[in-house]
């Protein structure tokens, strides 16, 4: 006897709603706690750098939101690429999601950035590679979500929009390879999947439990986010309908 999965169950955004609803508290407590953990380890555990002293505890805030902002474009530019190839409303609902978030954290790491600059180079912002490749990270970002909104029909808003998205990823790969292609203010890469990492443990440590708290909190954010917008946009169907009757007859 052979059982049949349904693998393309939960591409029905009346599918997804549901599961969404029942995860984003799990993400969202998860984030919490390692937040909490991760700040205890990056600002009492974690000793000072021989060379930058406490200044450079900003790392753990800063790489984090580096490292997010890059990999929300990436799995952005995933769903666009998906609702472009299979016209699927789920996929750009989830693109739709994740944008703002990861325009949160474009912000996040260019501000930190900034401010680990002043006493480490000298200047809170110096038009080098990485730089300069983060900020039209931003921009990308807000063209992304101020395209969508210029647009009144979704569907054409979901296929411009998702056009912007994959154009705007050769991007992703300028900004990581940028410390190698160019002479930059920045440092290479400290961690690596191919090398040992060259700063200390505990130090490690902390950056990777904030890196993975980040990555929760991004995870909840988008279930929350993306809960909205199937309300928003499939206002008009019979599920929609029963899910607010029933909403009212609870209360």
Request: aromatic share 16%.
């Amino acid at each position: 006897m052979t059982t049949s999965i349904n693998w393309f169950r939960f591409a029905s955004p009346a599918s997804f709603f549901p599961l969404a609803r029942r995860l984003a508290p799990w993400f969202a407590s998860a984030a919490a706690l390692l937040a909490l953990l991760g700040c205890y380890l990056g600002l009492f555990v974690a000793p000072t750098d021989a060379q930058q002293g406490e200044a450079y505890r900003i790392i753990f805030i800063h790489v984090p939101a580096a490292w997010m902002s890059m990999f929300i474009y990436l799995v952005m530019a995933f769903w666009c690429a998906i609702s472009l190839t299979f016209n699927t409303r789920l996929a750009a609902m989830m693109a739709q999601s994740l944008a703002p978030t990861g325009a949160m954290f474009t912000f996040v790491a260019l501000w930190t950035g900034a401010l680990w600059g002043k006493p480490t180079w000298g200047t809170y912002w110096a038009w080098d590679a990485r730089m300069t490749s983060e900020l039209i990270l931003l921009f990308l970002y807000f063209g992304y979500m101020a395209l969508r909104n210029a647009i009144d029909d979704p569907r054409r808003a979901d296929r411009a929009s998702a056009v912007l998205a994959l154009v705007g990823a050769i991007n992703i790969p300028i900004i990581y390879f940028s410390v190698k292609w160019w002479n930059t203010l920045h440092q290479g890469a400290s961690v690596s999947l191919t090398a040992a990492p060259t700063m200390a443990k505990l130090m490690l440590a902390g950056m990777l439990v904030m890196a993975f708290a980040a990555w929760f909190y991004a995870i909840a954010i988008a279930l929350l986010r993306v809960q909205a917008i199937i309300l928003e946009r499939e206002c008009a169907t019979a599920w929609v309908g029963e899910l607010a009757a029933s909403v009212r007859g609870a209360k």
